[in-house]
């Protein structure tokens, strides 16, 4: 008995597709369905952005993976921030890319990540020196809250500059 050596990829092919052949559709099957994954994800995302009324004109959101990229022009800064929170807020988000302009300018806002044992009194007072502010806070993180008891931790929030 002996072995006998040949070039496999010479000849008819009685196997069907070859397994690098296999693979390589199996992979650009598995692109195709994330990249449509993606693109319904995005679809869902502008959706909300409409439902919650906030309003930026020519709104164009691409999700890779876990970063969003937003462009468009919001109506103020506000409505930017709470565009760029309702991305950020959403699972499986980790990077919002904020490519957005905004149409009518006013101070950024900054943003506090909700820790354990966080109240929105307890933010105003971190952040304004008294914890009666408190709806301040709730305010500017309309619509996307509802309720000022309902915050959780890892969530992101507006702390809109306060004069004086």
Request: glycine share 6%; charged share 25%.
């Amino acid at each position: 008995m002996s072995l006998f050596s040949f070039i496999k990829t010479a000849g008819a092919t009685i196997f069907g597709k070859s397994k690098a052949e296999r693979a390589a559709e199996a992979k650009a099957a598995a692109e195709a369905a994330e990249l449509k994954a993606e693109a319904e994800a995005a679809s869902r995302l502008e959706q909300t952005i409409r439902d919650l009324q906030l309003e930026v004109t020519d709104l164009d959101i691409h999700i890779d993976d876990d970063k969003v990229t937003i462009k468009g022009m919001a109506y103020n800064q506000a409505t930017k921030e709470k565009v760029v929170l309702v991305a950020g807020n959403s699972g499986g988000i980790a990077y919002v890319d904020d490519q957005m302009t905004v149409e009518h300018v006013e101070p950024e806002a900054q943003f506090h990540t909700v820790e354990s044992g966080d109240s929105l009194s307890k933010i105003a007072k971190q952040y304004y020196g008294d914890a009666m502010k408190y709806p301040v806070i709730f305010e500017a993180n309309k619509p996307m809250l509802t309720d000022p008891d309902k915050i959780y931790p890892g969530q992101v929030l507006r702390i809109p500059h306060m004069e004086g």
